[in-house]
Structure formats: structure tokens, C-alpha cells
């Protein structure tokens, strides 16, 4: 059974990094897309990033030219880089992983908190 565990959430002053990471394990099948989503208190679970096998990548138009995705095939895992961080940036990060066969994998979401 896939397994993804997140990493790196916590709270942070606006203006301050923070890098997630996201590593599978348990995986039978090859990884197409990984991404990031977020849910923010009283908002839907959206988009922030995803990265396809190929590299090709595409972020929300809210974290564009501050959010970074990158993966790592050999560890199956992928980061979000999170720089300049906005109060409204904050909300449970959830992991997503595609594969080319069978359903999509979660994760359980680590938490980002930006305030002063």
C-alpha cells in the first residue's frame, strides 16, 4: 500500500521560507504527477503546484515567481520550496501523487501558518 509522508510545515513570519517535502514508499507502480494542494481555513482544497515525469511544471497564478516544485525520482519524493510567504499562504499543505496505473495517493497534509 503507497504511503506518503509530509514534511516541513510549521509556522513562519510573512516574508520567510519554508520547503516541504513529500516521500512515498510502498510504490508498484511508475509515478506520473506529483503535486500540492492546500486547503486555507473555510476555502476548498486547491491547486498549488504540480510537476509531471516529463519536468514540465504549472503553479496557481497566486504562488507563481514564489513557489518552486521539484522532484526526486530516485527518493520518490517531491519538495515545495515556499519563499516570500503571505498570511494568506496559510493552510494544510496535502501531497497528491498520480501514478500511470490506479488511483491517485495522498497524503495526511502538514500545516503552514504565516503570521507575525
Known amino acids: 500500500q503507497v504511503q506518503l509522508v509530509e514534511s516541513g510545515g510549521g509556522l513562519v513570519q510573512p516574508g520567510g521560507s519554508l520547503r516541504l517535502s513529500c516521500a512515498a514508499s510502498?510504490?508498484?507502480?511508475?509515478?506520473?504527477?506529483m503535486g500540492w494542494y492546500r486547503q486555507g481555513p473555510g476555502k476548498e482544497r486547491e491547486l498549488v503546484a504540480r510537476?509531471?515525469?516529463?519536468?514540465?511544471?504549472n503553479y496557481a497564478d497566486s504562488v507563481k515567481g514564489r513557489f518552486t516544485i521539484s522532484r526526486d525520482d530516485a527518493k520518490n519524493t517531491v519538495y515545495l520550496q515556499m519563499n516570500d510567504l503571505k498570511p494568506e499562504d496559510t493552510a494544510v499543505y496535502y501531497c497528491?501523487?498520480?501514478?500511470?496505473?490506479?488511483?491517485?495517493?495522498w497524503g495526511k497534509g502538514t500545516p503552514v501558518t504565516v503570521s507575525s
Open positions: 510537476i509531471r515525469s516529463t519536468g514540465y511544471t
Open positions: 510502498g510504490i508498484i507502480f511508475r509515478i506520473d504527477d
Open positions: 497528491n501523487i498520480k501514478f500511470t496505473i490506479g488511483p491517485d495517493s
